[in-house]
């Protein structure tokens, strides 16, 4: 028999404001995940606990791209180019055989195909994707897949925009031919893909601590957020990609924040385990010896570190397989928080099994979007169902 003051009139709740948080505060879900289960909270450190101030740091990525190119040999017109962040997306496809920016649908069916600015009309789509589909082929096609991608993305359009619309070269099949010079649309790619490298390699890192106010978010939720998760006994890990000189003074910036009392917390005390270096995807298979970093000189040590695992200390590289072991986690004890769909979320998940939390800063707007456009979306399930009651 139910309790009666336990009962609670539906009526009496019509009233109760109800609390909505912002769509860019909200977390979606696919499956289930009871939180009470998880012992291992890990966070990637690029665009997951340090959010970039978009579009700046894009904007800061495509001038430096743009000044390699130009020292690489390409013309100093691609000085005049300037970064439009509501054309680049994640996910398109860079086909290198024909020079194409491709959007696919989940299936592998081509939804739009630009080759710099210009969409590609029907006749030519299909003389080059028949039956507008394409297989993924990783030796021809390029997957844009991460927010890194974004400026790359955008010059690869501008590039092969500016040598299309010039007169003065010949269009082939796959690339473009002025004189005895041929440039292939794959050449175009390496290029871009060199200068791409050669940035992240120190030049992007070096800008972006120099004036670190003007590209990297600082929030002191962050700080609460960490210390709540540890509150009942779970672990808190650092695994990231990036070295410890480049993670030691972005986390300092965005964690070592002034408490009410005027003391500040080193970055590191926030975390059970950290380790920079790790090369994922490769962390998830083979990875690479696992070393101890020394916070004086930022240099690893020789030889593979055996364990344990001290809270405190930097470590660089290793596996999944030596760390698990070493924290003593199981696959479905972690719950992995990153922003790249391979390299953070499908290689944790299907290697080692580990739960998974994308960040997807996209998806904002996507809901923003849906909600302005419900009536449309609404008008084509109403289509669709009535082609089904026609064909049944």
């Known amino acids: 028999m139910m309790d009666s003051d336990a009962f609670i009139d539906p009526e009496s709740l019509k009233n109760v404001a109800v609390q909505k948080r912002e769509t860019k505060h909200r977390i979606f879900v696919n499956r289930s995940l009871q939180l009470d289960k998880i012992k291992f909270f890990g966070f990637d450190m690029d665009y997951t606990l340090a959010q970039y101030k978009s579009p700046q740091y894009e904007e800061l990525a495509f001038d430096i791209i743009k000044s390699r190119l130009i020292k690489l040999g390409y013309p100093s017109k691609i000085a005049e180019f300037t970064y439009d962040p509501s054309f680049p997306l994640r996910g398109l496809w860079f086909d290198r055989l024909y020079g194409t920016l491709l959007k696919m649908d989940q299936f592998g069916n081509i939804l739009s195909c630009l080759r710099g600015f210009n969409l590609i009309q029907r006749e030519e789509l299909r003389a080059m994707y028949p039956n507008k589909f394409v297989k993924y082929d990783e030796k021809r096609i390029e997957i844009m897949n991460t927010l890194f991608s974004l400026p790359e993305t955008y010059m690869l359009s501008c590039v092969i925009n500016l040598f299309v619309s010039d007169s ?23 290029d871009v893909r060199a200068a791409c490298d050669w940035m992240h390699r120190g030049e992007l ?10 590209y990297v978010e600082r929030d002191p939720r962050l700080c609460v957020l960490l210390d709540r998760l540890r509150v009942n006994g779970a672990k808190v890990f650092l695994l990231t990609n990036s070295d410890f000189e480049y993670s030691d003074a972005i986390m300092s910036y965005i964690l070592e ?3 009410p009392d005027g003391t500040i917390r080193k970055w590191t005390t926030y975390f059970d385990y950290i380790v920079t270096d790790a090369r994922k995807p490769a962390f998830f298979q083979e ?74 800063p996209e998806l904002a707007n996507e809901v923003y979007v849906w909600k302005r456009k419900k009536s449309l979306f609404d008008e084509l399930q109403k289509i669709d169902n009535n082609l089904e009651t026609i064909y049944r």
């Open 168 to 190: 003065d070269y010949i269009k082939t099949e796959h690339g473009l031919k002025k004189g005895t010079l041929y440039m292939s649309y794959a050449s175009i790619y390496e």
């Open 257 to 259: 924040i002034p408490r």
């Open 287 to 360: 990875g690479t010896i696992l070393r101890v970093v020394s916070q004086e000189t930022g240099q690893p040590s020789i030889g593979h570190h055996m364990g344990p695992l001290e809270t405190g200390q930097i470590y660089s590289g290793g596996s999944c397989e030596v760390f698990s072991s070493l924290i003593g986690a199981r696959g479905k004890d972690v719950l992995y928080v990153g922003d790249h769909v391979y390299g953070d979320i499908l290689k944790s998940k299907k290697t080692v099994g580990w739960r998974t939390y994308l960040i997807i």
């Open 205 to 214: 890192k070096q800008r972006t601590l120099a004036n670190i106010g003007e």
